[in-house]
């Protein structure tokens, strides 16, 4: 299993959310560069950067910052979700070297973009997929729809979509760990390549995710807080796939 350490941005700053409430963002680093040259010192392949105004309003605002930590961190791979609701956005961002696109609102308002995304990038895409309640959130969790969680995924595996970020957003920014009755009915509801998000808070949980062969584990808070060692975690889950659970990158 990967462990993915997460930065999320907001108003040029790393910050941490509680069940993504935005009025809740506090600042957590200094620097986003430097925050992922210790993430990659430390082992890790994969990191998670999200653009929190960009999901808010749209489009990339953040953008900047992003491709600075691309440009100083030439070994580890980025994944970048927030504010990507056009063609021309996922085709600046894979440009410029970053190695996978979320999209998110787009599954629920624009799959045939989703569709045409996949279509040209293939695994590059993933569909980040955010339910408050087991329902679907969009725009930046500040808009709840009443589509269930496992029907979307479903929709996104029709479509070709390989990788699922899954956050339960009660969960997200609380340290009480991620939701594995969800995660593991949707694991069993699609072939998908499963990431979890939201309340990974120490390496039981990280245990706990590579007994349901979760592909990847993104952690933020539990990182910043020093109740997840990073070094650990990526040993524990490297471990596990020695042993056959979990995937490549």
């Not at 653009?51 to 440009?71: C, E, M, T, Y």
């Not at 990788?163 to 694991?187: A, Q």
Request: with cysteine; net charge negative.
């Amino acid at each position: 299993m990967l462990v993915l350490p997460a930065i999320d941005i907001k108003d040029g700053m790393c910050v941490r959310l509680y069940k993504g409430d935005y009025s809740t963002a506090h600042k957590v680093a200094e620097s986003a560069v430097e925050t992922a040259k210790k993430f990659e010192q430390s082992g890790a392949l994969f990191m998670h950067m999200v653009d929190l105004d960009g999901a808010k309003d749209g489009k990339p605002v953040n953008s900047d910052l992003i491709l600075s930590v691309r440009n100083n961190c030439t070994k580890i791979k980025i994944e970048v979700g927030g504010g990507i609701r056009t063609m021309d956005t996922v085709d600046f961002y894979i440009e410029k070297g970053i190695d996978r696109v979320i999209l998110g609102s787009a599954a629920i308002k624009d799959p045939d973009f989703v569709k045409a995304a996949v279509k040209k990038y293939s695994t590059q895409i993933a569909v980040s997929i955010d339910a408050l309640n087991g329902m679907v959130s969009a725009e930046g969790w500040t808009d709840t729809s009443e589509v269930n969680y496992i029907d979307l995924a479903k929709r996104m595996e029709d479509i070709g979509v390989k990788y699922i970020v899954f956050t339960d957003i009660s969960k997200d920014g609380m340290l009480s760990g991620p939701n594995l009755t969800m995660l593991d009915e949707l694991k069993s509801s699609v072939k998908c390549n499963i990431i979890a998000s939201g309340g990974v808070a120490n390496l039981k949980d990280i245990i706990n995710l590579t007994d349901l062969d979760i592909y990847g584990a993104i952690s933020g808070k539990a990182i910043y807080t020093g109740s997840l060692d990073l070094v650990q975690a990526i040993e524990v889950a490297h471990a596990a796939k020695h042993n056959g659970k979990g995937a490549n990158i």
